[in-house]
């Protein structure tokens, strides 16, 4: 795969941008051509090139990404049960946090993406997402060691275990709310949802209504059904932290 001088600069400023261990910065030089090389096809989405692109690292990411948050949360969190472990884990590998990732590393800035993609502004999310997991398998590629890795990472993951531990409900709305009906004897909570607008990028596409014994609760909106769902479910919980339903 060809690249020019112009990009591989690029790239190299990215990396170091990362702050990796010293050592380890030294891995992404010139001299270094096949390192590059994997990091430019981490940052390539599959709209700029069919052949060439970050689908084969993102997969190879996610497995490294799944072990190295296991051990993180194994040596941070020594006494959590297993299934407490796993809930944790879900929210340290998810698409959401991943496109956190990518946006305090700018990673949109050396994304390669094709003219139809970039103007689909409701897949920036996902692309986001799944370049910063390429980027971890390209690293992995690169470095053949996942320490260095893990380390670049545990600084995101401090920050977002300590907004997760901090939230009751682990921002699983939506089982917490069930959860909660059920102590109480009441009905499943039921999700009615439309979609009131066909723009991908509007953050209200969708509109929820939840009710418990036939009774609205409370509503929600988001650009995904899922969202929608997740926020009626959010604000159904604080309603029942103020009010009472007869069974």
């Not at 940052?43 to 490294?64: P, Q």
């Not at 053949?144 to 709305?173: C, G, M, Q, R």
């Amino acid at each position: 795969m060809k690249i020019s001088n112009h990009r591989v600069e690029e790239i190299i400023n990215f990396i170091k941008g990362l702050k990796l261990d010293q050592k380890f910065q030294k891995e992404f030089t010139k001299e270094k051509i096949k390192n590059i090389l994997y990091i430019n096809e981490s940052l390539t989405h599959s709209s700029a090139n069919s052949e060439i692109n970050y689908e084969n690292l993102e997969f190879l990411g996610d497995a490294v990404l799944r072990l190295i948050a296991s051990d993180f949360i194994k040596n941070k969190y020594p006494y959590m049960q297993v299934g407490e472990r796993s809930e944790l884990r879900s929210h340290l590998v998810s698409d959401l946090w991943l496109e956190e990732v990518g946006k305090k590393i700018e990673i949109n800035s050396v994304l390669v993406i094709g003219n139809k993609a970039l103007r689909d502004k409701s897949a920036n999310a996902t692309i986001q997402a799944e370049a910063t997991e390429a980027l971890i398998g390209a690293l992995y590629e690169s470095l053949t060691i996942v320490e260095p890795i893990k380390d670049w990472l545990i600084p995101f993951w401090e920050e977002k275990s300590k907004e997760v531990l901090a939230d009751p409900h682990k921002k699983n709305y939506k089982s917490a709310l069930q959860e909660l009906t059920q102590s109480k004897g009441l009905s499943i909570p039921i999700y009615k949802t439309i979609e009131i607008d066909k723009k991908h990028d509007n953050p209200k596409r969708f509109f929820c209504n939840v009710y418990v014994k036939n009774r609205s609760i409370a509503e929600g909106s988001g650009k995904s059904i899922k969202q929608a769902e997740k926020n009626a479910a959010s604000k159904a919980l604080k309603y029942f932290e103020n009010n009472v339903i007869d069974q």
